[in-house]
Every structure is written in structure tokens, then in C-alpha cells.
């Protein structure tokens, strides 16, 4: 089974530009999560989609981030402008989370990671 | 006071030793327990899963729940330079979205 894919895997950036970053979760995953994870903290949730719709958006800085999940599978996360303070890892995580009910034991499966540094 | 807290290491320890790793947390609403292990530019990927209070194993690897005192452990027996890597707690309310709340990882160094 494939896993989680992101790209690019490394972005540098000057700060006030823009920059994308891209996640195709593994087959069959309901659920996709984007996770902010600063050097030496644990991840932080950013956006989570169930299909194509938005399930929680609470912590998305939305007057520069946003994302998107047109099509329920593939997903992409963007910033613009950038800060110095939005350098970190992007993580992308997928999880079955089917039907819109949300099993206790559910998985989230972690894509390697985009790290972006601003400049 | 964060609702997880985690000691961020590094926890350098030799070959064959056994580890004991730690996390407290605030929240008594917290049921579901996880250890997840991330290694060097890898995404997390989950250890051990527990719910509620007790002891689980899994090789060698044993994850211990406290709720009285709010406190969670990871004991890794037999310790390999192949596990040497950050361990990051997270944990959840048991209704609502699946979101965990994570502590900030402990790097642990196993040198031969």
C-alpha cells in the first residue's frame, strides 16, 4: 500500500512570496489533515477535510493560508504572503474516517513532511 | 501550563538499556493515549494506542496510562540504535473530532 505523498519536499522562500504545497493521501482515505510542526514542537493542526468538505479550520491563519480539496482526494495547502514565523514542516496525514462518523481507533497515516524555510 | 508537556531530551542512552519515556497532561477529559515515533525528515507514525487507564504491550515496547496522576509512559526494553529517533505523546477526548493534542517530542539517541 502506497502511503502518503508530498511535494515538494523542500521550499526556501523569501518572506512576503507565495508557495504551495501539494498531498495525495493513500487510496480510500475519507479524512486529510494538515499539520504545522515548528522545530521542536509537535504537530499542530492546521485544517482537517472529510471528502471535499472542511471538518475544522479553527487554527488556519485564513488571512494567509489557505487549502483546498477540490476533488476529495488530493489536496493543496498555500500561504500567502509568507512570515519568517510560517518556516516549519508541513505535514499531510490521511485516515479511512469514513461516513462521517469517527472510529476511536482510527489511524492517522503521515506523509514525510514539506520543509519550508523563509528567509 | 500546556495542556501536554513533554521533555524535549536528548535522552542519550546506551545499547540494550531500557528507556523510559514521559508525558503529563492537564486535560481529565483525555481518553485515548498515543505514542507516535518520528524519525529524522519522516513524517510521525503511530506506536501504541491505548485507551483509558492501564498497561499495554507490543514487543518491546510498553505504554503505561495513569489518569489519577495524569501521566503516560513508554518503556522500550532492549533498547537498538534503530530506535533512535524522536517519540512524540498525543492524546484525545473520546467524542468530537480526531484531532490528538501532541507534546513536543523527546529525541532519543541509542549508541551502540
Known amino acids: 500500500e502506497a502511503g502518503v505523498a508530498q511535494s515538494p519536499r523542500y521550499k526556501i522562500i523569501e518572506k512576503r512570496q507565495s508557495v504551495a504545497f501539494w498531498c495525495n493521501p493513500i487510496?480510500?482515505?475519507?479524512?486529510l489533515y494538515w499539520y504545522q510542526q515548528i522545530l521542536g514542537q509537535g504537530p499542530k493542526l492546521l485544517i482537517q477535510?472529510?471528502?471535499?468538505?472542511?471538518?475544522?479550520d479553527s487554527q488556519l491563519p485564513k488571512d494567509r493560508f489557505s487549502a483546498e480539496r477540490l476533488k476529495g482526494v488530493d489536496s493543496t495547502l498555500k500561504i500567502q504572503p509568507a512570515k519568517l514565523e510560517d518556516s516549519a514542516v508541513y505535514l499531510c496525514?490521511?485516515?479511512?474516517?469514513?461516513?462521517?462518523?469517527?472510529?476511536?481507533?482510527?489511524?492517522?497515516?503521515f506523509g514525510p513532511g514539506t520543509r519550508l524555510t523563509v528567509l | 501550563q500546556k495542556e501536554v508537556e513533554q521533555d524535549p531530551g536528548p535522552l542519550s542512552v546506551p545499547e540494550g538499556a531500557i528507556v523510559s519515556l514521559n508525558c503529563t497532561y492537564s486535560?481529565?477529559?483525555?481518553?485515548?493515549f498515543m505514542w507516535y515515533r518520528q524519525y529524522s525528515r519522516k513524517g510521525p507514525e503511530l506506536l501504541m494506542y491505548?485507551?483509558?487507564?492501564g498497561n499495554k504491550e507490543d514487543g518491546r515496547f510498553t505504554a503505561q496510562v495513569d489518569k489519577s496522576s495524569k501521566y503516560i509512559s513508554l518503556f522500550i526494553r532492549d533498547s537498538q540504535p534503530s530506535d533512535s529517533a524522536t517519540y512524540l505523546c498525543?492524546?484525545?477526548?473520546?467524542?468530537?473530532?480526531?484531532?490528538?493534542?501532541f507534546g513536543r517530542g523527546t529525541s532519543l539517541i541509542v549508541h551502540p
Open positions: 496525514a490521511s485516515s479511512l474516517a469514513s461516513g462521517g462518523v469517527l472510529s476511536s481507533t482510527d489511524t492517522q497515516y
Open positions: 487510496s480510500g482515505h475519507a479524512t
Open positions: 477535510f472529510q471528502n471535499n468538505g472542511v471538518v475544522d
Open positions: 486535560n481529565s477529559a483525555f481518553q485515548y
Open positions: 491505548t485507551y483509558s487507564s
Open positions: 498525543a492524546m484525545r477526548n473520546p467524542g468530537g473530532s480526531y484531532i490528538p493534542t
